[in-house]
């Protein structure tokens, strides 16, 4: 099921979110991730790419595939959407249980298929960050399985320039025992910031041991998304020598 991003996130997130992982309630897992993708104005097809094909790629890894096998669940839940600004949403993944390579491989070919390309499409706006929280919180709330762990996934090349200020969806997202990780498609935002991975460690990132990695091509940011997933599924802590790290928490 795809939500148009002219629904509202309450409505969209509900339909889909609300769905157990694979049709079971209460379901174990050793992670619940949502993998929230700008999609705004500046996400030219080159970086749409990069974060579409990326995300698949990484799902189809070794170091993934063996990390979420590898858990005392032996299971992650996923769910993908794509946002800008407030109220323009896409879920492209709703909640899908992942327990081996063949789902994991399944939940990756639904991504590259269906994820922004960056032509021909509806969409682009403002870059609401605070928004992306809030419809990652809301689809972890309405999600009715366990986690050990909740992680929101930022993917974003630009500052928060829409709706509330992000530090208050943070805030909210961290009361719910919520971590929020990040993941850079460029190292600045041109005319705003010269240091978008430090804006995105005091303003976005929370909980513990988060991190935020910075890339510029499609090469470290495949590579750096493997290595955050495989991390997040596992729970453990950014080795000290990372040098995709630009913060840790």
Known sequence: ???????????????VAA?????????????????AVDSSTSIDPERADRQRIGHAEALRSREVITAITSGPAGCIAIT??????????RTILPWQ????????????????????????????GRTSI??????????LRAWSGKATRTVIDISVNGTNNDGLPVEISRRQAL????????????????????DLAGYL?????????????MTNNPADYARALRRKLALEISGLALPADATTAVYVR
């Open 201 to 213: 460690h005091e303003a976005v990132i929370g909980g513990p041991g988060a991190f935020v990695l």
């Open 19 to 35: 769905l157990p992982a694979a049709g079971e309630d209460h379901i174990e897992v050793d992670a619940a991730i949502v993998f």
């Open 80 to 89: 993908y959407f794509e946002w800008s600004s407030v109220g323009s949403l």
């Open 175 to 194: 009361a719910e025992g919520h971590v929020i990780n990040a993941i850079t498609l460029d190292r600045a935002e041109e005319g705003v910031t010269d």
């Open 130 to 139: 605070s928004f992306a929280i809030d419809a990652a919180s809301l689809s």
């Open 1 to 15: 099921m795809l939500c148009l991003q002219s629904l509202s996130v309450s409505i969209c997130l509900l339909a």
């Open 97 to 124: 249980l992942v327990c081996n390579e063949a789902q994991a491989r399944a939940a990756a070919q639904t991504i590259e298929d269906y994820g922004d390309t960056g032509h021909g499409r509806s969409r682009g």
